[in-house]
């Protein structure tokens, strides 16, 4: 397994939880790194990402100010810590990992590869 993504659950509206991507050492080193999120009948949308040389992280605008996405050189993991919760947060987060010169980091379709998805349920 080359990522390996943990830490959802269910949270009250307002409350926080973070989320946990670990990555192999060939995987993180070299990679951007992103989350991603499906809602149930809905496509799956870009929540933030973060390139291999930490250079400015990007944000959707729906998730700006609230989540967090940073990486963990010794751990060779990617965490999203998302605060301030919101019932339109539940989804299924998945981490995904994509080459530095293989376009935007907004598109799922550059991503080269894929972790098993989390839940994470907001409840109003």
């Known amino acids: 397994v080359q990522l390996q993504a943990s830490g959802g659950g269910l949270v009250q509206a307002g409350g926080s939880l973070r989320l946990s991507c670990a990555a192999s050492?060939?995987?993180?080193?070299?990679?951007?790194l992103g989350w991603f999120r499906q809602a149930p009948g809905k496509e799956r949308e870009f929540v933030a990402a973060i390139s291999a040389t930490f250079a400015t992280p990007l944000y959707a605008d729906y998730v700006k100010g609230r989540f967090t996405i940073s990486r963990d050189s010794a751990k060779n993991t990617v965490y999203l810590q998302m605060n301030t919760l919101k019932p339109e947060d539940t989804a299924v987060y998945s981490c995904?990992?994509?080459?530095?010169?293989?376009?935007?980091?907004?598109?799922?379709?550059?991503?080269?590869?894929w972790g098993q998805g989390t839940q994470v349920t907001v409840s109003s």
């Open positions: 995904a990992a994509k080459s530095q010169f293989g376009g935007s980091m907004r598109a799922s379709s550059n991503y080269d590869y």
């Open positions: 050492g060939r995987i993180f080193s070299s990679n951007a």
